[in-house]
């Protein structure tokens, strides 16, 4: 067992941390209070590479597995970008993830150039008003007409729709009582945007006030055959394989944010003087910011096993619980870090110029998107315990 990286892991992670650090927290500050896009934070990542890691070379990708893109994400967030990349960054790429691994060769040819190159972006629509997380009670529906699908329904909090060149749509080709099984009678779409039958409009949230996430509307989308992506009514089946690779890049990013959080944390601590010395001379500081540090790194450690075990193709099971595991250490511990992080700040922890609680309000995200916390609790109980399915 190697527990070293390779010189190439270590670039990559060096220059991760440097675009983290050339747009750095007081950049993510001002894109958050003016709502704007960080388009030039996407431009250098695209200019760097990123955006085609793990697409095939053969459609302008760079050969890359779990772990490089674990450790991409973690150096963007943890080189001062907090969440901006783990919700920015994975959304982003989902969509062109999953058409590398099931589309066509035209369509591989028509879309994934572009975004591997960072230069078109694809949304990604399986979330409804009553499908979360019961996916598969999805009510959006696509209607074979001729050699045309109609596709009509709604999707929630569908993120960056706005600035994206194309949507991956789930949609049920099959009504749910005549599928065979739950899984069966799902398709994939690629609805080129924009287009005038599908609508949508934004939901004030909790933080990350530089994306947008919709609510849309689809109302009789018509789309050629040519847009189905796969296996008509296996389309389920299709997007399991990103459920595992989308847990690691959470609970990577989640780390980074943590890192983040914990260095700003002990260089107030030791810049700050109160009764005549630094404040984090006393262990009451010390303590939390330790134990945070502590339960962080060791959720590093998760983090990599799974996406080693990924990327040896490990049995599924196997991977699903280190990769849910790791998703849920990480996040805990990355909360409770962001949360000693605005304690050691005192009041200044409240104010948005020191940060601590913009990381604070977008860590919260990820104990509920893309996946809560409940449902990795669930496959460990289930899969791992061997405990009764309990829904
Ligand atoms: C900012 C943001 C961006 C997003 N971007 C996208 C996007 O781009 N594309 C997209 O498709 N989706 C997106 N989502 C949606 C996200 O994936 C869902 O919000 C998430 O899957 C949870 O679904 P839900 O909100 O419907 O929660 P619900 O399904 O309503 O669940 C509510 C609560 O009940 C719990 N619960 C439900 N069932 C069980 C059970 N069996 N056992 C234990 N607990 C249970 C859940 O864990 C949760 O705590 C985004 C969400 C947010 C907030």
Redesign the pocket.
């Known amino acids: 067992m190697n527990f070293r990286l390779t010189e190439e892991q270590d670039l990559l992670v060096e220059t991760a941390l440097n675009i983290g650090a050339k747009f750095d927290p007081d950049y993510w500050l001002k894109m958050d209070q003016a709502s704007s896009y960080p388009v030039e934070f996407f431009d250098s990542i695209a200019a760097h590479g990123f955006f085609s890691l793990g697409i095939d070379s053969a459609y302008g990708g760079t050969p890359a597995g779990m772990m490089e893109l674990a450790l991409s994400m973690e150096g963007l967030c943890r080189g001062g970008a907090g969440g901006g990349p783990a919700?920015g960054y994975l959304?982003g790429t989902l969509g062109a993830n999953i058409l590398n691994a099931n589309a066509n060769d035209a369509q591989k040819s028509q879309y994934l150039p572009d975004m591997a190159a960072g230069t078109s972006m694809c949304?990604?629509?399986?979330?409804e008003p009553d499908a979360?997380?019961?996916s598969l009670n999805m009510s959006t529906f696509a209607k074979k007409d001729g050699s045309d699908y109609i596709i009509s329904g709604s999707?929630w909090?569908?993120?960056n729709i706005e600035r994206s060149d194309a949507i991956v749509v789930v949609a049920r080709t099959q009504k749910l009582d005549e599928s065979a099984s739950r899984s069966d009678g799902v398709s994939l779409f690629i609805v080129d945007l924009p287009n005038d039958s599908l609508t949508y409009s934004p939901i004030e949230?909790h933080a990350?006030g530089y994306y947008k996430?919709h609510m849309v509307f689809l109302d009789d989308v018509r789309v050629p055959k040519e847009a189905l992506i796969g296996t008509e009514g296996q389309g389920f089946r299709q997007i399991l394989g990103t459920l595992n690779p989308e847990r690691i890049l959470v609970a990577a990013g989640a780390v980074g944010i943590a890192r983040l959080a914990i260095a700003t944390a002990v260089k107030y601590a030791n810049e700050r003087a109160v009764f005549d010395q630094p404040i984090g001379a006393h262990q009451a500081i010390q303590h939390p910011l330790a134990a945070a540090y502590a339960k962080i790194e060791s959720a590093w450690g998760s983090v990599m096993l799974a996406a080693s075990l990924h990327d040896q193709d490990a049995n599924p099971v196997e991977v699903g619980a280190k990769a849910n595991m790791a998703k849920y250490v990480a996040v805990e511990a990355a909360i409770e870090a962001c949360y000693q992080a605005m304690q050691t700040h005192g009041g200044n922890g409240f104010a948005k110029e020191y940060h601590v609680e913009r990381w604070w309000r977008e860590v919260q995200?990820f104990r509920?998107?893309?996946?809560?916390q409940?449902?990795t609790l669930?496959f460990i109980s289930e899969h791992v315990l061997g405990l009764p399915r309990?829904?």
């Open positions: 919700l959304f949304a990604f629509g399986l979330s979360g997380t019961n999707k909090y569908i993120t949230k990350y996430s995200l509920l998107a893309p996946v809560t409940q449902m669930n309990s829904y």
